[in-house]
């Protein structure tokens, strides 16, 4: 569904010019839960804006169900790393506020809002604003409004980076349950390893700026995932393997 | 003293130290006055003044004199309104368009707005639409700038966010961009009030057959310091009452800010 062939992206300012990216490729089936791991800093970011139609790749070209993007779109919903609610609308309102943009009649509009706010149970919230909520039901509320609009993707940029770790566990928990209940295709980001196995089927080492692939894992745990999980002594074996591909890096002589 | 930020006082302390202030100022006032320290002509007593805005409205034009000056506001406020909405909002938006229009409205925002009276007069002759213009050209360039700062201040996130849940660049304008800015512009409004009341003074003072200005430059003619000072009164009472208009109106309207609980 998502085809990303040989894109790079080349950034220049005054002084001189970063190279961002270079000639990734990868692609993601229906369905499928991909997890993007690297160091902070190597262009991770860049490349969702790239895939959101946010900013645009200097060379390569992304195609989303055959499609070439141009342009952010509504089948490709983002999640982002700093709380972007829109803090002059109450939780309802900003669930609602894709919705509020294609037009439905206002019961559709209510039943679906109502749905995501029983399943990230924000219920008691509807009517509250964004500031006086904590930074983990800001995210869920962030979770919610793109799921309400019912994107074909998910794209998520290490949105629990800035939780603590105990909200954190929760949140991951909570993402994995409503992926095996939603079935959404999701690609996140993280820097946190633990998270992307714990969280994926699929996990890309990605290494430092030049950001490209280093190298594929299919984790191999069994789904429903519960938090017991990351204890486990296979979780660990597999968490060392990926660790280690991340930390090896030939082309650095220092 | 102690900065606390985000210090909590309950009405009622707010309110206590409100009167105590006002009481301070009156005891200095009185002190001075009822004592004969200061001539009564200069500074007159505060129950001599108080008396003269009871004359003032009984017999006077006073209650024509304060609408003529605030419907002169209200109109030469919501015109500047009108032109600075859509030109800062548009300033904001494109950095062509500030190129284009932004040095020409920096340049008549340096102009002080008396300096345009004498050339008002003869466009516009004395009347509420010369008044009006002099507001405008007051007021206006500020504003506009003021409403650009606001709408380029939005977070850049906000807007993201909004395109990837499938906004237009109307939507963009319409549910972020405007939304986002409007405590801040709001903020402006209050404060451009204030400069409203100061031209319009002025315009009053210097050409015109109604109005509180007008008031103040007839009793001065005639010596009546008393007016003179119930004219200013009045003039301080109306701005306390716009502000605390739009103090009000801005926790009703913006509850989500952080400034509304203070």
């Known amino acids: ?254 | 003293m102690t900065i606390r930020l985000y210090q909590k006082i309950s009405k009622i302390q707010y309110s206590a130290r409100v009167v105590l202030g006002l009481l301070i100022f009156l005891l200095g006032w009185s002190s001075v006055t009822y004592t004969g320290l200061v001539q009564s002509f200069f500074l007159p007593t505060p129950t001599a003044v108080f008396s003269s805005i009871v004359m003032l409205f009984m017999e006077g034009n006073l209650a024509s004199d304060i609408s003529t000056s605030i419907y002169r506001i209200l109109f030469g406020f919501l015109f500047s309104i009108a032109v600075a909405l859509p030109f800062g909002v548009a300033l904001g938006m494109s950095r062509k368009l500030e190129a284009l229009i932004e040095p020409p409205i920096a340049f008549i925002r340096y102009i002080p707005p008396s300096a345009f009276i004498p050339l008002a007069i003869i466009w516009f002759g004395i009347g509420d639409l010369q008044k009006v213009m002099i507001i405008f050209l007051g007021i206006a360039p500020y504003l506009t700038l003021l409403i650009t700062d606001a709408v380029i201040n939005t977070r850049r996130e906000l807007v993201e966010a909004a395109l990837t849940l499938g906004a237009t660049n109307k939507n963009i304008i319409m549910k972020v961009v405007l939304p986002h800015a409007f405590p801040s512009i709001w903020d402006s409004f209050r404060l451009m009030m204030g400069a409203a009341w100061t031209f319009v003074i002025i315009a009053e003072i210097v050409g015109a057959s109604s109005g509180l200005g007008h008031l103040m430059i007839e009793s001065q003619r005639f010596l009546r310091t008393d007016n003179i000072y119930a004219a200013i009164i009045i003039i301080g009472l109306l701005g306390l009452a716009t502000d605390y208009f739009f103090k009000i109106t801005y926790k009703i309207y913006f509850p989500w800010t952080e400034k509304s609980y203070a």
């Open chain 1, 1 to 254: 569904m998502l085809k990303v062939t040989n894109v790079s992206k080349v950034y220049t300012n005054e002084s001189r010019r970063v190279k961002a990216i270079e000639d990734l490729a990868l692609s993601i089936k229906e369905g499928e839960f991909v997890a993007m791991v690297g160091p902070s800093g190597c262009g991770k970011t860049t490349f969702l804006k790239v895939i959101a139609g946010l900013i645009s790749a200097s060379h390569g070209e992304v195609l989303f169900d055959g499609v070439k993007i141009i342009g952010p779109g509504k089948e490709r919903g983002m999640v982002f790393q700093g709380f972007t609610l829109f803090p002059w609308l109450t939780v309802r309102e900003n669930i609602g506020f894709g919705l509020e943009m294609q037009k439905l009649s206002r019961k559709k509009k209510n039943e679906i809002t109502n749905h995501y706010l029983a399943i990230t149970g924000l219920k008691d919230f509807s009517n509250a604003y964004p500031k006086s909520l904590s930074g983990g039901m800001q995210q869920r509320v962030a979770i919610a409004r793109t799921l309400a609009n019912n994107p074909k993707i998910l794209l998520m940029d290490e949105p629990f980076g800035s939780l603590d770790s105990q909200t954190r566990s929760q949140m991951q928990e909570f993402l994995t349950k409503l992926w095996e209940t939603e079935h959404k295709t999701i690609l996140f980001i993280t820097h946190d390893v633990r998270e992307a196995i714990f969280l994926a089927d699929k996990v890309y080492v990605l290494s430092e700026r030049p950001m490209h692939i280093k190298k594929v894992f299919t984790v191999p745990f069994s789904r429903p995932r519960k938090r017991a999980l990351k204890r486990s002594k296979e979780f660990f074996e597999f968490e060392g393997k990926v660790e280690l591909a991340l930390e090896n890096n030939p082309q650095r002589s220092s």
